[in-house]
Structures are given as C-alpha cells and as structure tokens.
C-alpha cells in the first residue's frame, strides 16, 4: 500500500503544522485531532453458491456539532486510516466553509465494477441496516453522502433502507444527500463539486498579486488545464472551468491519458470513452502512454480529481503546473508539499476547495428538513416585484425591453438559481478567508495551513461554546 498506508499520519502532520499557529492548550488540539468513533464490521453477500464477507467502515471524526457528514467510498483499496484520514478532513472543510457538521467517512471494501447492479443494491442496503441498527446513520445523527465509487443509486438506496427501518419518521429522508431529485435530492448537488473547484480557480485567479507571482495574467481565460479522474468532481470540474474560459489540454484516466494543446471537451471525451471503453485514441488527440505521465505536462492548472498521494517526493520535483487544484482529497503528501513551496507553485487546499459536494449537501439537508423546493415560496412573487420594476422603469424612461432582456431579468429564482447562488457566495467567501489569515498570520506559508489554521479556530471556538473547554 506503500505511502497510502499512512494518509491519516499526514492529515494529522498538516494539523500539527498549523496547530503550531495557533495558542490552544494541548489537551483541546488533541481532542480537535483524533476520531471520536471508529466503526468497523463484516458480513456476508451470497454470490450465487458460494458466501462473500463483505468490509466496511463508518468513522465519525467530531461531534462537536451534528448531525456529522461525509461521503461513502467503494473502493478496493479502502483501509481504516483512510477512512480515519477522510473523516478528518470532513470535519476541516465543513468549518472552513461554515457548514454547521462534524466530519464523517464511510467505505465498502469492493471494486464495484466487479459486482452486478443487484449485488450493489445488497451490499448498499445492508451497509445502511448495520450503521441504523448502530447508531451511525440519521438526520441528525449521521448524514452520508457520495464518494468515490458512488452516486445517486446508491444514496437513494440508503435512504430507502432508513425510512423502511423508521416508518413514520418525518425527517427521514434526509439521513443521506446527493439523492436524485425525485428521490429528495436538492438540484444541482450532483455538479456542486467541480463548480465550486471553478468558483475557487476563478478567485484565485482574480487575485492580481498572486498571478504575477506566477508569471501568469489574472483570469481563467486561456489557462491551460490538466485534469486526472473524469469521474463526478474531474468532468464537472473541467466543463465548469472550460465554459468559464479555460483550455483542457489533457485529461487522464486508469486506462492512460489524452492531450491536445487545441482543447478538448469533456463531454466528447466522456462520450467516446462510455463508447469504446477507453479515453484513448480520442479523434484529435495524441495518446500519452499513463496517468503519471499527464501529470508532469507542461501547464498553468493541475486539477487532480481521482484519489489520495498522487504528488510524493518522488513525481513532485517533475511537475510542472503553476497552480494545483486539489479536486481528490488528500492527493498531496505532505512530502510534495514543500517541494511545491519551494518550487513557487500555487496549492489550493482539498479541504476549501473541494468543499461545494459538502456545501450544497447542507442545502439538500435543509430542503429535507423543511420539506419544500427552495423558491417555491418566493419565485413569483420575486418575478412580480421585477416585472413591476421593468415597467416602472419602461414608464420614466420610454425604453422599451425586448423579451429576451425581460426574461433574463425577471425570471424570480428557482431551486437551480438559489442552489448555485448560495454555492458562489459560500466559495468566494472562504476563498477571501484563507488569504486573509495567510496574509495577516506571520509565518503561514500557504494556503493549505491557513485552511488548517481557521478550522482549527472554528472547532475550537464550538467547544469552548459547548463549555467543554475554557
Ligand atoms: P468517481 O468515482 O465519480 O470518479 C473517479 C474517477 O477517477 C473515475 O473515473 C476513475 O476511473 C478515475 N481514476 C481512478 N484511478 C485513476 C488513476 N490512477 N488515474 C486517473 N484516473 C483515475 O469519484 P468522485 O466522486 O469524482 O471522487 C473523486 C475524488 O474527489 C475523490 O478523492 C473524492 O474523495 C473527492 N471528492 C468527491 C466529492 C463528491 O462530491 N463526489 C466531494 C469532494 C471530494
């Protein structure tokens, strides 16, 4: 397992480092540090004669407020301390970006891809039987969501295995998020990890200084970008920052990696590989024989989006990129992350940046919670209140508006709008957040630590709350 065998030690490493920032008594920082709950468990999946054991995790890493969240990974390279690790720095994002959760993670020891559809309905539906009958799943308790190997399905399948074990429990349904939309999904969750990864690249890209300290112009427009994993966070990353002006020179996958220095669209690329069953030979394109390869292109943006210790001390002195955008969780060890100092690059943390998922979760929560479609109460009355103003305006100045600008501007907001709105003010808000304490905190030396910095601040703060701590 090499240097994944240790990704809670260096979780734990970047907290140390920043904790040193900070004037908390030893006592609390090790209360802030460590997992509260560790559940681990077997059990068996018949595959036609013969018995499987299944295994799996659930850690909730801090209580200090609940219900906790996190995702559900399936994945054969699934381990305690990677759950551990994960869960850490759930509890780390949700306080950056003033989500009122402790951190949680989950994960099923399984390839999915070598299961069928009714296998991992089984498996998922008796995951959430053990963490019911545990205490580890519930609206205000404990809140899954997806991860790497899992979507919609399998949260759908999770809350239905809930409300089947509560009847009767009104808030039920929102014991998971990331459902689809007709399952009580919020719209817009599905995409809300690569567009707040754009609304965070596009910040960081306004910040004038910082680009001139790169020797790049300020603004998205025309920064090259290469993407690893085109999975959930790694397609919708890629198209949002496409579409806001960025030029996808690569995208890698397991199978190998594609480039060309023209641009490539997501979509056709996806496309092609749901057709053939790999992302190479892409009409237009040039084949690079591996992942690790891609990595080291020459580029302005590195958006890793698959797993965890992709940069180590041995690939980090040979990659190129000016800015990475941490897409993965955890996919710098904390080996490459002075080699990247040293090296003047630009690293914005996985626990800001990858924080949309986590984000627009809460407002699904909340829409579960309150059991009405976010504008459903206000989008006509907001519409009203625009069209009445266009006309009031049409009367003082004797313009008229065309239908088209009269759409745009009196549209009231819906579900999608409110969604995409609170994510933007929420990534920009935590974006101006770090490089505030990195600026004003002497001796922070980047991003990730300020990002360290203010949760550590932020939890800090809710235990002393809570009395527990002075
Ligand atoms: P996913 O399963 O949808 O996609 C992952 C993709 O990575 C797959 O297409 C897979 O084939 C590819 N991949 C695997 N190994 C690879 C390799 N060696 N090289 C290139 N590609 C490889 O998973 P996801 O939900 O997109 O999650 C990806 C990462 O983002 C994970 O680290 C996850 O923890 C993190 N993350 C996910 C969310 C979310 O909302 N889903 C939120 C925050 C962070």
Known sequence: MGAQANFFDQVTQYFNEAARFTTYAPGLLEQIRVCNSVYRFDFPLRRGDTIEVI??????????????????????DVYEEEVMALAALMTYKCAIVDVPFGGAKGGIKIEPTHYSTDELERITRRYAHELTK?????????????????????MAWMADTYA??????LDAIGCVTGKPVTQGGVRGRKEATGRGLYFALREACNEPDEMKRLGLSTGLDGKRIVVQGLGNVGYHAAKFCREGGGILIAIAEREGAIM????????????????????????GATNIESTAAALELECDVLLPAALESVFTRENAPRIKAKIILEGANGPTTPEADPIFRDKGMLVIPDIYCNAGGVTVSYFEWLKNLSHVRFGRMQKRHEQANELAMLKAIEDATGRRFSDAERAAIAKGPDEQDLVNSGLEETMIAAFHDLLKTQRETNGIPDLRIAAFVNAIHKVARSYSELGIFP
Do not use: C, M
């Open 260 to 283: 060309n220095l023209k641009g490539l669209n997501e979509d056709e690329v996806f496309t092609h590989r749901k057709a053939t069953g790999s992302i190479l030979n892409f009409p």
């Open 55 to 76: 295994h799996a995790w659930r850690v909730e890493h801090s209580h200090h407020k609940l219900p906790v969240k996190g995702g559900i990974r399936y994945s054969p």
């Open 164 to 169: 089947a074990l509560n009847p009767g429990q």
């Open 134 to 154: 545990k205490n580890f799943l519930g609206p205000g308790i404990d809140v899954p969501a997806p991860d790497y190997g899992t979507g919609e399905r399998e």
